[in-house]
Every structure is written in structure tokens, then in C-alpha cells.
């Protein structure tokens, strides 16, 4: 699931707190993600990749899984039109500023 959506909570008492709720919840599925699989999503990133003669910069981009469905599947990722798994990553570093 993309870190952008979810399931609203419509039951949650006061004016936004199903909404806070609901952003509280994705961030914590995101860092999640982020920490299972060494990786920062919606940050520009710098990645060296194995077999790959320069460092990639950019906003590092989650393929979904598409059909599979598979929670415990390696994810794809893309970054600057490449396309790679997380074993090709050899190191990833979140830019400054």
C-alpha cells in the first residue's frame, strides 16, 4: 500500500481526529517499511547501486506490488526511470537541505 492512502476512521470522536488518526497510522506504516527494508521514501536520497557505475540522486519511488499482493515480498523500488530491488541497493543517504 502507498504510504499516500488508507482507511479513514469515520467512527472517531471530535472534528479531525479520524484524520489524524489516520495520517498517524500511515507515517507509522511507513517508518515500518522504511526501517524493515533500509530505505527513505518521499525524501531526496542518494543511492549507490551494485553493477551500476554512478550514484542515482532523487526522490526515491515504492513500486507497488501490483498483483501478488504479497506483504512479505521484496519491494521494487524506481528512482530516475531505473528500476531495483532492495539487494541491489549497497547504500542509500538522505541529502541535506
Known amino acids: 500500500m502507498p504510504f499516500d492512502q488508507g ?4 467512527d472517531a470522536p471530535g472534528s479531525d481526529a479520524g484524520w489524524r488518526r ?5 507515517e507509522r506504516q511507513q517508518q515500518e517499511f522504511e526501517s524493515r527494508w533500509g530505505v527513505r521514501l518521499g525524501k531526496r536520497v542518494v543511492v549507490s547501486l551494485k553493477d551500476h557505475a554512478k550514484p542515482l540522486c532523487g ?9 501478488s499482493g504479497d506483504r512479505n515480498a521484496p519491494p521494487r ?6 528500476e531495483f530491488g532492495h539487494e541491489e541497493i549497497e ?6 537541505g
Open 22 to 26: 489516520w495520517r498517524e497510522e500511515l
Open 91 to 96: 547504500s542509500i543517504v538522505e541529502e541535506e
Open 7 to 10: 482507511q479513514f476512521d469515520f
Open 59 to 67: 526522490m526515491l519511488e515504492w513500486i507497488d506490488r501490483g498483483k
Open 77 to 82: 523500488f524506481r528512482l530516475r526511470g531505473l
